[in-house]
């Protein structure tokens, strides 16, 4: 995907909205700034060296309780400043246990 070849609309901040990112095991934590969101990804200011985001697929923490968050994956780095995707889970798959029978 090439940079400028967006669906979603940016919404990019007035002033620094910190953030955190968190390996899905929780073994890591990296603070970071929000530059611009999308209803499909966000681009981040990280703060901290990247060798950690080797893993790919992380959380973007948005609350300090981490009650608000987004799975993401990578998509590119330049520097210190990132671009991630949303990853979002189809809800419309089905269930992979068989449909039982009712008995009469």
Not at 11 to 19: A, G, K, L, M, T
Not at 36 to 61: C, I, K, P
Request: charged content about 25%.
């Amino acid at each position: 995907m090439a940079y400028g070849d967006r669906q979603s609309t940016r919404v990019q901040f007035e002033h620094r909205y910190p953030v955190n990112l968190m390996g899905v095991d929780g073994t890591w934590r990296r603070a970071c700034v929000m530059l611009d969101v999308s209803a499909t990804g966000a681009r981040l200011e990280v703060e901290g060296t990247l060798d950690v985001l080797r893993a790919q697929e992380f959380f973007l923490l948005l609350s300090t309780t981490g009650l608000a968050f987004r799975r993401c994956e990578l998509v590119r780095i330049d520097g210190n400043i990132i671009g991630v995707h949303f990853v979002v889970h189809d809800k419309k798959r089905k269930s992979s246990r068989p449909a039982q029978s009712e008995k009469a």
